[in-house]
């Protein structure tokens, strides 16, 4: 089957219906249909809870990072459940984040996570044989799935066959079921006309004889009796499958029912269907959020109320991998790294209108999906607004009295007090780096009434104030072109990127912005003495810039100091970097592994320069987990003393040289990874890192 037209359109849809889903969701996630009446009312037909930013969740975190399976292995029918959880011990911080970390035998995700580590592949890693059936039959199996039905528009049986795969990881028996289901009707509703097609699809995918499809035909059946009161059918829901009827903390079976109660009584309008899903209680962010993964992509962005529900989205996505540039996701891009999935699973050319986008040719920040703000801001103004006009951002403002200055800006970083909560522990490292470029387009609309001057400009979060690129006179109607080479910086935290308009004279502000692009490598030093400790709550605490895989991790005089009983590994920078010359200034403390890393591609990937006992120094690569030595040399370190050492990862050339610049050792790696992060760690240990200093090559 041909892909639809308007896929990428769709597939964009599909995400900012998931999100909406389960931002509607999450304030009320566990409570009962009596408690929600109780204490919300009758009617709930909107977002409960006004979020500055909403944090990272579960449900988002799993399919947005279990797709990159595909990337990370094999982009076709031929990966396997044991590469998707080689997948999930990649991207998942270690037993924080990412998952509701319930306890092993408790929390489905937890059990098939330590099983994972500890050897256990998948699909037995999730398996009834391995944890029993009431672990298995939770409801992760779905909530994390939506993405194998987006790759894969308009085929529900080959997303089925990929979402058994990808819940094989931790579910089985009916968990997969609902996998399946759920993948089925997100594929389905590429081409379908209406929900009832939607659902019956997804039921194709499944056993005849499962409890999953008879609780689906029970639901639809009463559905058709009473078409008119959703309520009385969650009285027959609860009655006859309530979570009375089910062992675990969360069984997939009444979620689900709840499911498709919503999308029968919806409508087919997605306002109404993610609300009513949301009343009915229970797992309340991962239902809402299936369906609304559904609904979105059914209605299209036509049929989603803007300014109810994706205006306060502002297209933006936190999530809580272990790799933190990661963890900051404008909602387009995620789509458009989607679609590109899809199209090549699918074998088909990208569409001629998407191509350069898919091939990542074009700018970061285009808006050219229908809507699209890309997460860009305002500050400022004293009244404006951000929208979507035709493929660019219109901009509006007023500036506030006595300040002539208007900034319409990325955030490249974020902090606690962006948040309005913490669910699921994000961390994150910046998006843009001292060295790189940022380059926009903009022009002042013909009809504005003042003259403005204007500049590409980033701001420095580690008191370094705003660094300027050439202030450009704006004509009417004229598009120009804005750049800022960050120049190198010592102990910087780039906060913002973006463009400032300064009022020279007249009114209002009046113009578009094009485009916008980060470019170039980075040129910078991360010093910890100017990092701080950022507290979301007691129990939740990261060190700036840096994401933490496992192990303690603190700033004490001026140095961020590392320990841990096993592997205590944290990393920063941009997964993207290929070629780069990383020197770190480490003081080891007691145990006899410590190191720094460069092409860093999560816990399972990676290069390391590693102190190593007997008094050596080795070049490592982490192999799956698995750290092997590429080449050492004897190299006399001591505890206690500041160590300047140097990886230089040129192609499949890696050479580590000592403070004095004396190369020590070197080799070419048949295999290598070309591009990746940066990051410090240390083995059954304690050390201290000073300083890391990152230059493109």
């Not at 387009?332 to 090549?344: K, Q, V």
């Not at 902090?415 to 998006?431: G, H, K, N, V, W």
Request: glycine share 12%.
């Amino acid at each position: 089957m041909a892909i639809p037209k308007d896929y990428v359109e769709r597939c964009y849809a599909g995400w900012l219906g998931k999100i909406a889903g389960v931002r509607l969701g999450a304030p009320i996630e566990g409570w009962t249909y009596e408690k929600i009446r109780r204490v919300l009312g009758e009617e709930v037909w909107g977002y409960i809870v006004d979020y500055d930013e909403f944090a990272a969740d579960d449900d988002t975190n799993g399919p947005l990072f279990f797709q990159r399976a595909l990337e990370d292995y094999a982009c076709s029918e031929a990966l396997t459940a044991a590469q998707i959880g080689r997948t999930w011990l990649n991207y998942t911080p270690y037993e924080h984040g990412f998952y509701w970390w319930g306890g092993y035998g408790v929390s489905t995700e937890h059990t098939a996570y330590l099983n994972l580590r500890a050897g256990i592949e998948a699909p037995r890693s999730g398996s009834i044989e391995q944890n029993g059936r009431t672990v298995a039959e939770q409801i992760g199996g779905q909530i994390f799935i939506d993405c194998w039905g987006l790759c894969n528009p308009g085929d529900p049986q080959r997303a089925a066959r990929f979402a058994r795969k990808a819940a094989s990881v931790s579910h089985d028996g009916e968990g997969i079921y609902g996998g399946q289901f759920v993948a089925a009707c997100v594929a389905a509703a590429f081409t379908a006309r209406e929900v009832r097609e939607v659902i019956e699809a997804g039921l194709s995918v499944i056993p005849a004889d499962c409890g999953y499809r008879r609780m689906a035909r029970d639901v639809i059946a009463f559905w058709e009796r009473c078409p008119d009161d959703w309520r009385a059918c969650f009285d027959f829901v609860h009655e006859n499958y309530g979570y009375d009827k089910y062992a675990g903390a969360c069984h997939i079976i009444p979620n689900s029912a709840v499911m498709i109660l919503s999308m029968l009584y919806g409508g087919g309008d997605f306002g109404r269907t993610i609300c009513i899903c949301n009343m009915c209680g229970w797992d309340t962010d991962c239902t809402a959020g299936n369906v609304g993964a559904i609904m979105g992509v059914l209605v299209g962005l036509e049929g989603i109320d803007y300014d109810k529900w994706l205006r306060p989205i502002h297209d933006f996505l936190a999530c809580s991998s272990v790799v933190g540039c990661l963890n900051i996701v404008d909602v387009p891009s995620a789509a458009l790294y989607t679609a590109r999935l899809g199209y090549r699973l699918a074998g088909e050319a990208y569409p001629q209108r998407w191509e350069r986008l898919l091939r990542g040719q074009g700018p970061r920040f285009h808006f050219e999906l229908p809507g699209s703000t890309h997460a860009f801001r305002l500050d400022g103004a004293r009244a404006g607004c951000l929208r979507n006009a035709g493929g660019r951002l219109r901009v509006w403002a007023q500036p506030e009295p006595g300040r002539e200055e208007v900034e319409v800006y990325q955030r490249t970083y974020y902090r606690p007090a962006d948040f309005t909560d913490s669910r699921y522990d994000p961390a994150f490292s910046p998006i843009l780096y001292p060295g790189q470029r940022v380059r926009a387009r903009v022009t002042l609309d013909g009809e504005a009434q003042g003259a403005y001057m204007a500049c590409a400009y980033v701001l420095d979060g580690n008191g370094g104030g705003r660094v300027c690129g050439e202030r450009v006179r704006l004509q009417k109607g004229e598009t120009r072109e804005l750049t800022l080479d960050i120049p190198p910086m010592a102990g910087a935290c780039l906060e913002r990127a973006g463009v400032c308009f300064e009022r020279v004279e007249g009114g209002e502000l009046l113009a578009f912005v094009e485009e916008m692009d980060f470019e170039g490598g980075p040129d910078y030093t991360l010093d910890f003495a100017r990092e701080r400790e950022e507290v979301w709550h007691p129990m939740h605490r990261e060190i700036s810039q840096m994401t933490r895989l496992s192990g303690i991790w603190a700033l004490e005089d001026g140095a961020l100091v590392g320990s841990g009983a096993q592997r205590a590994e944290a990393y920063t920078g941009d997964v993207a970097w290929g070629d780069v010359e990383v020197t770190c200034a480490l003081r080891p403390g007691v145990g006899g592994a410590h190191q720094f890393m460069a092409r860093v591609q999560g816990a399972q990937r990676c290069y390391a320069v590693r102190l190593c006992e007997g008094g050596r120094v080795a070049l490592m690569k982490n192999d799956e987990g698995v750290y092997r030595e590429l080449a050492g040399a004897p190299y006399a370190w001591r505890a206690g003393e500041t160590h300047a050492l140097t990886l230089r990862a040129q192609g499949a050339r890696l050479t580590v040289l000592d403070g004095a610049g004396r190369e020590l050792l070197a080799c070419v790696d048949e295999a290598p990874y070309r591009t990746g992060a940066v990051g410090v760690g240390v083995v059954q240990g304690r050390c201290a890192f000073e300083r890391l200093r990152v230059r493109a090559l």
